[in-house]
């Protein structure tokens, strides 16, 4: 396959140097003024009870949310589609731990709605109206919610 083209790299590296300096500021402010940014982070979930400070915030801005953030940034960077056009048909796991692809749930011509989201406390929030979407639509379109990996640790 080669190497990416020169501007990929240029690319990359000013969104290293984003999510670097991001994650640094982050960090500063997580020590200097803790309470602040826990009165954020609270305001911002207030409308999701089943948030909890607790298990977010030792990631938060960590190592290993620095590595994930970069990641699915320079993913993102050779991310392409077009409007009208297919959705990429991208390798996914089903709960049984079948492999598969995306593709394979498009049954005929109805609409295969997809929902990607993870255990955030903002995907969470809005499941409930995802649900009602499919008991509305269900008859006419298909509907897959695709799980996606995640930047804090899991217990």
Request: a positive charge.
């Amino acid at each position: 396959m080669g190497l990416p083209w020169p501007g990929l790299w240029l690319k990359r590296l000013w969104v290293l140097l984003q999510v670097a300096l991001h994650v640094a500021v982050g960090k500063i402010q997580l020590i200097l003024c803790p309470r602040r940014v826990k009165q954020h982070i609270m305001a911002m979930n207030r409308k999701n009870p089943t948030f909890s400070y607790d298990n977010w915030v030792p990631t938060l801005f960590s190592t290993q949310y620095f590595w994930f953030i970069l990641k699915v940034r320079w993913q993102r960077l050779e991310d392409t589609t077009e409007e009208g056009g297919l959705a990429p048909n991208c390798p996914v796991v089903c709960l049984s731990g079948r492999s598969c692809n995306i593709w394979d749930f498009m049954q005929d011509n109805r609409p295969l709605v997809l929902n990607f989201g993870s255990c955030t406390p903002s995907f969470l929030l809005k499941l409930d109206q995802f649900k009602r979407l499919i008991e509305d639509f269900s008859s006419i379109a298909d509907f897959l919610i695709i799980y996606i990996e995640e930047a804090h640790a899991s217990g």
